[in-house]
Structures are given as structure tokens and as C-alpha cells.
């Protein structure tokens, strides 16, 4: 079975960059679109960014649109979000995601805070 674990997080001053991976074991990621969502606390979880199976369509959120960078490295199982610019909106808990047609799978979430 598919499992999602994220790392990467933690506290990031405004303007600055942070990348985020997660790590798949149980099956090969190669096989599945990918997603980044996020959830601030107080708002419902929202869509961040998702990659077809070779990254060669890539879908961002207009509020990311130009800082994130969505990728996957298949050799290591791997897929990746680059935080540039970081703005203190960006704070929340990010999850990646797989969906496929009988379930969608989750990591557990990691915490990204941006504060000076």
C-alpha cells in the first residue's frame, strides 16, 4: 500500500525558500499524478500544486503561481515543492497527495511557518 511521508518544513523568514519532499514507499510513484495541498489554520485545506506522472503538465494555485516550483525525482520515489519568496500567507500544514480511483492517499503533513 502507498505511503506518503513529507519533510522539509519548518520556520522560514519572509522572502525566503524552503523545499519539501515526499517520500513514497509501498509502490512506485511513477504510476500517479501528484498533488501538494496546504491548510492554514481556520480555512479548509486547499489545492497548492499537482504534476502528471512525468511533470510534464504542472498546475499551480494563483497564489503560488511564480514561486512554487512542483517536481519529482521517479528514480528516488520522491516528489518535491520549492518555496521561493515565501510571503507569511504561505504558513500552514502541507500535505502531498495521490489520488487514484479507488482512494486518495495522504502523508501526515508537515508545518511551514514564515516569520521574521
Known amino acids: 500500500q502507498l505511503q506518503l511521508v513529507e519533510s522539509g518544513g519548518g520556520l522560514v523568514q519572509p522572502g525566503g525558500s524552503l523545499r519539501l519532499s515526499c517520500a513514497a514507499s509501498?509502490?512506485?510513484?511513477?504510476?500517479?499524478?501528484v498533488a501538494w495541498f496546504r491548510q492554514a489554520p481556520g480555512k479548509e485545506r486547499e489545492g497548492v500544486s499537482c504534476a502528471t506522472t512525468r511533470s510534464d503538465v504542472t498546475n499551480y494555485a494563483d497564489a503560488v503561481k511564480g514561486r512554487f516550483t512542483i517536481s519529482r525525482d521517479n528514480a528516488k520515489n520522491t516528489v518535491y515543492l520549492q518555496m521561493n519568496s515565501a510571503k507569511p500567507e504561505d504558513t500552514a500544514v502541507y500535505y502531498c497527495n495521490v489520488a487514484t480511483i479507488q482512494r486518495a492517499y495522504w502523508g501526515q503533513g508537515i508545518q511551514v511557518t514564515v516569520s521574521s
Open positions: 509501498g509502490s512506485s510513484l511513477d504510476r500517479y499524478a
